[in-house]
């Protein structure tokens, strides 16, 4: 079956540093999101990108989906303290009607 | 803002015993979704609905049963807990993918499950 890549596992930075992470995957996915959970909560949506090549920003997040619609980025410029959380790409299940499929996460963590 | 709830923020439950994990969410979406959260293991789809009294098997159903009556209402059952379904469980909710061109899946913050 569709399965995502995301790297890397976890991340170490310093306050102020710019972070990036991908999502690859041996299939086409005709969408892709990207979320934050933070510790003990449900995973929010930040952004939903639905067309091959498109760069979506959300604050200092900046999101973009792959010209061979196989991988897809997240970044996050200037980071601060409560970027801390774990960020999950999802990819929509091809023939599905709403199913995602999910990376396994990236675990942030942010010194001051 | 689409809200999604959860009955319980933490459980803990005896082996053997019969649990019921309630979701509601209260924006009209068709699709609802129960997943579980392991570490190292990521989301793992159990069940899924895409209409009322409609329930689909996702990727790990064994030990799992659901209920969708209403369409705002999507129930969780275990029907005997195992220790080996201690975990975060997730409800997620999203409207219907051909009505509008989205995917997006919004969740509820979780019921952390123990099974003693």
């Known amino acids: 079956g569709q399965q995502l890549n995301q790297s890397p596992q976890s991340m170490f930075i310093q306050e102020g540093e710019d972070v990036s992470m991908n999502c690859t995957s041996s299939?086409?996915?005709?969408?892709w999101l990207w979320y934050k959970q933070d510790p003990g909560e449900g995973p929010v949506l930040l952004i939903a990108?639905?067309?091959?090549?498109e760069l979506t920003s959300n604050g200092r997040l900046t999101a973009q989906f792959g010209i061979t619609r196989k991988d897809s980025f997240l970044n996050i410029s200037a980071s601060i303290p409560s970027d801390v959380g774990i960020y999950f790409c999802?990819?929509?299940?091809?023939?599905?009607?709403?199913?995602?499929?999910f990376g396994k996460g990236t675990k942030l963590s942010v010194k001051p | 803002d689409v809200k999604v709830t959860q009955s319980s923020r933490y459980l803990v439950k005896r082996t053997g015993e019969k649990v019921f994990l309630e979701c509601v969410q209260d924006?009209?979406?068709?699709?609802m979704f129960w997943y579980r959260q392991d570490p190292g293991l990521g989301l793992r789809l159990i069940y899924f609905?895409?209409?009322?009294?409609?329930?689909e098997k996702g990727d790990i159903p064994e030990g799992y049963s659901v209920s969708r009556e209403k369409k705002e209402r999507f129930s969780l059952i275990l029907e005997s807990a195992s220790t080996n379904q201690t975990s975060m469980y997730l409800c997620?909710?999203?409207?219907?993918?051909?009505?509008?061109?989205?995917?997006?899946?919004?969740f509820g913050p979780g019921t952390r499950l123990t099974v003693t």
């Open positions: 990108l639905y067309k091959a090549g």
């Open positions: 997620a909710s999203s409207i219907r993918a051909d009505l509008i061109l989205s995917y997006e899946q919004y």
């Open positions: 299939s086409i996915f005709n969408t």
């Open positions: 999802a990819g929509l299940q091809i023939g599905s009607q709403g199913n995602l499929i």
């Open positions: 924006m009209d979406h068709e699709n």
């Open positions: 609905s895409y209409d009322v009294k409609m329930k």
